[in-house]
């Protein structure tokens, strides 16, 4: 496993981290959960990802539990807040109440002193960012946060915050947790040439476009038990999968076929060819998802082959 600097901090992840929505506390079992974690624990894995509003916590209560046996120094472990956790005019949101509460209930469902990164899940529109900020500062100054990164922001909204921490001396952003994978792209164009200017690293989720990047559900099949089948993704796969897609599938596995490594560790390879990329999130199931997933990190794509691969995704 490799390891790559988080922004322009010091702290160190694993390229492959393993992230616990839509997984622990509701479609994988606690047994199986603790053991998917503690293989990617033996594989290197250093950096474990989740949120308060997965499962209502239970994502985070399974996920630490399964980090328990372990050195706590020698992991990373995260959470969020932003979603809705009641139904309370101020049980969501980025609020200075919203953000202690969570952090206070989250650290204590993990049973841990601290979190290394805790993430602004969304933005805020009716928060100003200078409270959130500022908020998430006091928390790092006393210990219970490390680092803060944001999710699912644009290039304005990051921008804006990066220029409120200078102006009042604030704990700035270090990482970014947007969705990034061959089939969505978006922040090539502005979020990571932001991100890059000020230090700001990316760790990516549906990397593997919620399972259509294995192949598994070529000709709109969607297979019960597959992360398609769940609710929160089966729209959005069965909007995404048309004729086009499949075509590109179909030639990114034989490509795959060709270099002798399978569709999902070409797909992970490929979001690794981005500096920016700290690490992207994959959320497996079971021991033999992550150790597949991991394999990834060995794989380095060279010019010829990262070119190729952009042949057929402009299709």
Same mark, same amino acid.
């Given at each position: 496993? &490799?390891?790559? %600097? ?9 390229? #492959? ?18 053991? /998917? ?41 995260? !959470? *969020? =807040?932003?979603? =809705? ?23 204590? %469902? ?11 899940? %969304?933005?805020?529109?009716? !928060?100003?960012?200078?409270? !959130?900020? %500022?908020? @998430? ?6 210990? &219970? ?12 909204? @990051?921008? +804006?915050? @990066? ?10 952003? #270090? ?15 502005? #979020? ?29 099949? @969607? ?14 796969? *069965? ?13 990114? +596995? ?25 690490? /992207?999130?994959?959320?497996? /199931? ?7 997933? =991991? ?10 082959? #990262? ?6 995704? !402009?299709?």
């Amino acid at each position: 496993m &490799k390891y790559r %600097r988080l922004g322009r901090s010091g702290l160190k992840v694993s390229e #492959i981290s393993l992230g616990s929505w839509l997984t622990f506390g509701k479609t994988v079992d606690e047994n199986m959960a603790a053991k /998917t974690v503690h293989k990617a624990y033996e594989l290197g894995i250093n950096f474990f990802d989740s949120a308060n509003v997965y499962e209502r916590g239970e994502g985070e209560r399974i996920l630490a539990s399964a980090l328990k046996e372990y050195r706590r120094e020698s992991y990373c472990i995260t !959470t *969020k =807040a932003f979603g =809705a956790m009641g139904d309370g005019p101020n049980d969501r949101g980025l609020s200075r109440k919203h953000i202690i509460e969570q952090v206070h209930a989250s650290l204590k %469902r993990m049973d841990l002193d601290y979190v290394d990164v805790f993430y602004c899940h %969304r933005y805020d529109e009716d !928060t100003p960012v200078d409270e !959130t900020l %500022r908020a @998430i500062d006091d928390l790092i100054r006393q210990g &219970k946060i490390l680092y803060v990164g944001v999710s699912e922001w644009s290039a304005a909204q @990051i921008q +804006e915050a @990066i220029a409120i921490a200078d102006k009042n001396l604030l704990d700035r952003i #270090i990482v970014n947790q947007p969705q990034y994978n061959m089939l969505h792209r978006d922040i090539e164009d502005e #979020i990571i040439p932001v991100c890059e200017k000020n230090g700001i690293s990316q760790v990516v989720y549906s990397p593997l476009a919620q399972g259509v990047l294995t192949g598994k559900y070529r000709g709109g099949t @969607i297979p019960s038990g597959s992360r398609g089948a769940n609710s929160q993704v089966n729209t959005w796969v *069965k909007n995404i999968i048309n004729g086009i897609v499949s075509t590109k599938i179909d030639r990114l +596995e034989e490509f795959s076929n060709e270099l002798g490594v399978s569709l999902p560790e070409l797909a992970l390879a490929w979001i690794l060819r981005q500096h920016n990329v700290a690490s /992207t999130l994959v959320g497996a /199931t079971n021991p033999e998802q992550i150790e597949a997933n =991991a394999k990834a990190s060995d794989l380095v794509l060279g010019f010829e082959e #990262i070119k190729r691969i952009e042949a057929i995704l !402009t299709v």
